[in-house]
């Protein structure tokens, strides 16, 4: 898998040179001091504070030495805690630099007696590379890189024991980082000793073959005495795979390439032979794309979370409607054709999951900060199938998941009092319906089952809504969508009739719950005898609750059209002159009834 990303990624580093990576690395937050060598001592050139943004993930880049800091801070970093040149507080790699969290050195954690046994090391590294294979590696690199200027690093030493405390400032815990301004290929030189020497995983698993080391990456591999279940059992040899150092060095480039993507928030990279496109959430492929596709992660190092092969990915889409079902006259969508999937995630992303779902494909369950149960729940449901379809174009089971998830986020949107944000989730779900299943169009489904009920409700009286015949029989209703729209008009009209300065919507979740036709007829029955003593006497109410009462549904219960009708303009209230069948709006359908 690696193998096969990093061919490509090697291509275009080998063409790019090591700007590739240097020119999108990100230094860390801090204050960046730069000290110039001069005559028999030091001056400071320049101090620079590096701050991300936090929304756009940029930084300011236009201080002169920007470029320096940015290339000495990539190669200066150590590669882990575990691997620093002596205290795991001092965060940099050779002598030229000193890397530590300003906090640290309020509190004691860095002395002079830390900063002493840091820059020992330097003056006699053998010392710290004891093992045999540590010690060829070191001595392979410094024969090529030639030995360090001992009386360069006293020099250095001694001003940091002089100047570092008196510099910083802040007790924070960004850093405070000390670059001694030499030739970039200095830089490289000494960082080198020090990467080519730690970059494996361990050095218990280097073996020399024909005078060349190879040994164990480090990269997504954690093999040691804990996890023998890692190990390659069926081989002579037990370990995974090993790597030459040029192989490993390169493997060590392509995830500084991927953190430095991860760091400005592209966390899903395609790869072929073409090049590499790493994009953010809100993003999406080129059209046509074919090849492999990352997904990463930023903890203490890179992490893949997930890899797979990606056939003819389409971003334009067949056009997809978003239908205003339920007529709202104020709406915060734009009902509009949609031609392409990006647009159509992040409609669904902030209609259905209020945003939240972009940002927690991958998130553990227990870090996900959402108080709304519904929507936590089907978000676990529906990320992993939902990001198969916005990122690999694989829709399998897409519609299924779909249909099962809308009707419960609406649901809980309604439980939560949340009306408008239940019509709109609403109109996209059977938008989506229509969209993957071509159902009956759901605005002239709604449209016919309205205008039959209100004939209904209406009979025995006048053009004003008035009485006139009270002894004219009650119609009957036709059809299980007309009665179960009926359902949901008869369950919003007790609703409204609630005194409550809040009205409680989960008072109809038994009745959208409900698994049979004689439970949604007791619920109803609940409902009336709680409010009956606010019903005033109405044709109207008196129509539409005798035929429910009367029907009997011959199919399974239609929770879609129950809700359909709960959230569509009651019927009961609309105003007698309205006889061009317009809607009341959705704000007065709030302020309807009851109250």
């Given amino acids: 898998m690696l193998k096969d990303v990093i061919k490509t990624f090697e291509k275009v580093y080998k063409k790019r040179g090591e700007e590739y990576i240097t020119d999108a690395h990100i230094p860390a937050d801090g204050d960046y001091v730069i000290v110039l060598p001069k005559d028999d001592g030091f001056e400071i050139l320049d101090t620079i504070n590096i701050k991300q943004d936090k929304k756009t993930r940029e930084i300011d880049r236009t201080n002169p030495h920007f470029d320096f800091i940015q290339q000495a801070d990539y190669m200066s970093r150590y590669l882990e ?139 997504n591999m954690g093999l040691n005495a804990k996890k023998p279940y890692l190990e390659n059992k069926s081989r002579k040899s ?184 239940a019509r709109e989730q609403f109109n996209l779900a059977f938008s989506l319906k229509y969209y993957f299943k071509g159902c009956k169009d759901m605005p002239d489904i709604l449209k016919d089952l309205k205008n039959k009920l209100k004939v209904k409700i209406n009979y025995g009286n006048n053009e004003n ?32 009739l609630s005194k409550s300065k809040i009205r409680p919507h989960s008072l109809a979740n038994p009745i959208f719950n409900a698994k049979s036709d004689e439970r949604i007829k007791e619920e109803l029955k609940k409902l009336y005898k709680k409010y009956n003593y606010t019903i005033l006497d109405g044709r109207r109410f008196n129509n539409m609750y005798a035929m429910v009462s009367s029907y009997v549904p011959e199919e399974k219960i239609m929770d879609d059209l129950i809700i359909a009708g709960y959230l569509h303009s009651n019927l009961i209230y609309k105003k007698s002159d309205d006889s061009d069948d317009t809607n009341t709006s959705v704000e007065n359908i709030e302020n309807e009834g009851g109250n």
């Fill in 81 to 219: 805690s575990n691997k620093a040149i002596k205290d795991k507080n001092i965060h940099s790699n050779n002598y030229l630099t000193f890397f530590v969290k300003k906090e640290n050195l309020h509190n004691g954690k860095i002395n002079d007696r830390v900063i002493s046994e840091y820059y020992e090391v330097f003056k006699n590294p053998l010392g710290k590379y004891s093992k045999r294979e540590q010690r060829e590696a070191y001595e392979k690199i410094e024969a090529k890189n030639g030995k360090s200027d001992i009386a360069e690093i006293e020099k250095i030493e001694e001003w940091i024991k002089s100047n570092i405390y008196a510099i910083s400032e802040g007790n924070d815990k960004s850093y405070l980082k000390i670059f001694f301004k030499y030739d970039i290929d200095k830089y490289k030189k000494e960082s080198e000793k020090y990467i080519l020497t730690n970059i494996y995983n361990s050095s218990d698993y280097n073996i020399v073959i024909k005078n060349e080391i190879f040994g164990l990456p480090n990269d």
């Fill in 465 to 496: 809504g008035k009485i006139k015949n009270k002894e004219i029989e009650t119609a009957s209703i036709e059809s299980d969508e007309e009665y179960y729209f009926a359902v949901g008009q008869l369950s919003s009209y007790f609703i409204s």
């Fill in 238 to 421: 037990k370990t995974p795979y090993l790597l030459s150092q040029d192989e490993v060095l390169l493997q060590k480039k392509f995830f500084d390439f991927l953190m430095n993507q991860v760091t400005t928030g592209k966390t899903n990279v395609y790869i072929n032979d073409e090049g590499i496109n790493a994009i953010d959430n809100d993003g999406s492929s080129e059209n046509n794309f074919s090849g492999y596709f990352l997904r990463i992660k930023k903890g203490m190092e890179v992490e893949i979370l997930d890899f797979d092969t990606v056939v003819l990915y389409k971003d334009e889409i067949e056009p997809f409607n978003l239908v205003n079902v339920m007529e709202l006259e104020k709406s915060r969508l734009e009902y509009r054709t949609i031609y392409k999937l990006e647009n159509l995630k992040n409609l669904i992303n902030e209609v259905f999951f209020s945003k939240f779902l972009t940002s927690n494909y991958f998130t553990e369950p227990k870090d996900i900060r959402i108080n709304d149960s519904a929507l936590k729940r089907n978000l676990l449901l529906a990320r992993t199938t939902l990001f198969n379809w916005f990122f690999k174009n694989v829709d399998c089971n897409v519609p299924k998941i779909l249909d099962h998830i809308s009707l419960d986020l609406i649901k809980g949107s309604i439980d939560n009092g949340f009306l408008l944000k």
